[in-house]
């Protein structure tokens, strides 16, 4: 039986659905903050339902529908930093790295090490550097969402290694 170069690729990383279902999730909210951002030059009245059934869009409606969309934009973003957080990974390793410690703005004083997972100094720089969130020079004056992010950013392309000795 012949082989096929079809036959002697690996098989699919476990991973990789789940990186296409955040990688859609994180699509999907972009082009939803892009169409409340621009309204695509949609007529007003395909978006702005005319609440009082008057006949007429007003200034006040606009501005209502504006503000439903953005609280809508604000809880997707919200839910979906709050699952990351809660991810079990990431809560084993702050219960172990820093929940006793100042959590999010834990220091510790034996090195640079900061933040809820204790990420040196040159590694955290690089880190969220890859993970999409440079510019902030230590862990610990990251906004907790993005220490969450890097964080899982670094296990999810082989960084798990950093915690290994927290049996996480």
């Not at 880190?127 to 440079?134: F, I, L």
């Not at 610990?140 to 082989?158: F, M, R, S």
């Amino acid at each position: 039986m012949r082989s096929t170069k079809r036959d002697n690729q690996n098989p699919p990383s476990p991973k990789a659905p789940a990186r296409r279902r955040r990688l859609a999730g994180f699509l999907a909210g972009t082009a939803l903050f892009a169409v409340a951002a621009t309204a695509c030059n949609v007529p007003v009245e395909k978006w702005v339902p005319d609440f009082n059934d008057d006949g007429e869009i007003t200034q006040n409606e606009v501005e209502w529908q504006t503000a439903v969309i953005a609280n809508r934009i604000r809880e997707s973003v919200e839910q979906q930093r709050r699952s990351v957080q809660s991810h079990p990974v990431l809560s084993c390793i702050r219960a172990h790295e820093s929940d006793r410690a100042g959590g999010y703005s834990a220091d510790n004083p034996y090195s640079s090490a900061s933040g809820a997972y204790q990420f040196l100094d040159s590694t955290w720089r690089t880190a969220s550097a890859q993970a999409g969130h440079p510019g902030y020079s230590r862990a610990k004056y990251a906004p907790w969402w993005v220490q969450d992010a890097v964080a899982l950013h670094t296990i999810n392309h082989g960084g798990r290694s950093h915690w290994s000795g927290t049996g996480c």
